[in-house]
């Protein structure tokens, strides 16, 4: 575990170093010491069905606030409401919004920072805030004894100027506190450098991004990739806490259309969700094979780790050595991909696919170092390593969602353990809500 004097000067170094970018922000204290580094990026969620007072009522006058300095006071925080096929809704976009905008429904949600709560305000702290204290919210790790509070305020006016994240439309460049990435502003799918700055090197840890759909019919093969795909950015929302993005796409292989397509990028503190969403026709089905490769083609990472959910404990080491990649695998049910470079930065990545989309799913691993050949789109020879999903046996006649969820950090390894972070990723600390009424508390449970 990080201790809290270590992340906190880490902190206030790098807002120091970004300044003119980024306000100044005061981090909380979370109860009982630091955070885990998978706690700390954690982005704590509160759905709209469990926030009962406000449902049905606007919530541009809510505010979330925690304890700092002795006092109660705004952090960055967001209400983000679902779009008609179940993604973060972006204003403005193509996909409309799932209820009524600007009021919280039940899918909608409230978005904040675990690393951001504090101790438990007094009632004296509680009393001094303008407004209303409507509901105590406390998000908890018993495993590790950490709890933070943070506070829903009603009637108040007071916002955090602090933004974790920022994606620049016209550039194409990401922005957070732990990441950059620079995206095609004329093609979402299309990555080129990302840069963590907790990584010794400091530089750009990826080649490019690949997105591959392979068919076939009879004898005649057709591959396109991310570069080849016609798409366009349909509207941005930079919140305080997360950057969400609306891309629409149109894919089509040897006559057949994919219809629908698009993506949904959600930007985090350290991490990207990035599902692509398509509509695989009945007409696809003359396809006697369909498949999509998703991977991270990585720059310079020689005598990294890298590990799978199903295989040996002892890593692949990227450029020759350790175990052998063919002894690693991935399902739909144990879909883990990790990566540790060992000087500052640590990947773990999850496959991610519609609840009624069941492909086979396979490890893909390819090294220039083990005669790895080269595999366009690139920008330097062979994978150094290229890791990620192959996606085949595709169902036709139906909605998809395929993606990759990756999430960055300086010390998710422990040795070659994985585990513990992957567990924390998957199971999010648990938050209760207390009015601050005689009405019982409220236990979430985690997604």
Do not use: C
Not at 51 to 77: H, N, Q, R, T
Not at 221 to 242: F, H, M, Q, S
Request: hydrophobic content about 40%.
């Amino acid at each position: 575990m990080k201790s809290f004097t270590t992340s906190y000067l880490a902190s206030f170094v790098l807002i120091l170093a970004m300044a003119g970018a980024y306000s100044p922000i005061v981090i909380a204290l979370p109860e009982g010491g630091g955070l885990t580094g998978s706690r700390e990026m954690e982005v704590s969620v509160i759905r709209g069905q469990s926030l009962e007072g406000l449902l049905g009522k606007e919530f541009k006058d809510y505010s979330v606030m925690a304890v700092v300095d002795g006092v109660l006071s705004p952090i960055p925080f967001q209400f983000d409401e679902r779009n008609e096929k179940g993604f973060l809704f972006v204003p403005g976009g193509k996909l409309e919004v799932d209820g009524t905008e600007n009021v919280l429904d039940e899918q909608d949600e409230l978005v904040f920072m675990y690393t951001d709560t504090g101790p438990q305000a007094t009632p004296v702290q509680i009393s001094a805030v303008s407004g209303n204290v409507v509901s105590e919210i406390l998000v908890n790790d018993p495993a590790a004894g950490v709890a933070g509070y943070a506070y829903l305020v009603s009637g108040n006016t007071q916002r955090s100027d602090h933004h974790y994240t920022h994606f620049d439309s016209e550039t194409g460049k990401v922005e957070t506190q732990k990441y950059s990435l620079d995206i095609d502003p004329d093609n979402l799918l299309s990555w080129s450098d990302l840069k963590y700055k907790d990584f010794e090197p400091g530089h750009s840890l990826i080649d490019t991004m690949k997105i591959r759909i392979k068919a076939r019919v009879g004898f005649i093969k057709a591959t396109i990739n991310n570069n080849l795909i016609p798409n366009r950015v349909v509207a941005v929302k930079n919140g305080p806490v997360r950057t969400i993005i609306e891309v629409d796409a149109s894919i089509s292989i040897l006559g057949v259309t994919l219809g629908e397509g698009g993506a949904s990028v959600t930007i985090n503190n350290q991490s990207v969700q990035f599902p692509v969403y398509a509509t695989i026709p009945r007409a696809a089905a003359m396809l006697s094979d369909l498949n999509i490769g998703i991977a991270l083609d990585f720059h310079q990472l020689e005598g990294a780790k890298v590990r799978t959910a199903l295989g040996p404990q002892e890593p692949i080491i990227a450029g020759g050595g350790g175990s052998n990649p063919e002894d690693h695998s991935v399902t739909l049910e144990n879909d883990w991909l990790a990566g540790s470079t060992g000087n500052g930065y640590d990947i773990v990545a999850f496959f991610q696919g519609s609840e009624d989309f069941k492909p086979s799913l396979n490890f893909q691993y390819e090294d220039a170092g083990r005669d790895g050949a080269e595999d366009a789109p690139e920008r330097y020879k062979g994978g150094h390593p290229q890791v990620g999903y192959y996606v085949s046996d595709i169902p036709t006649g139906q909605d998809i969602v395929v993606g990759v969820n990756l999430f960055f950090d300086d010390f998710l390894w422990k040795g070659d353990n994985i585990e513990d972070a992957i567990a924390e990723i998957k199971n999010p600390a648990t938050i209760t809500l207390t009015p601050l009424t005689p009405a019982a508390p409220v236990v979430l449970a985690a997604d």
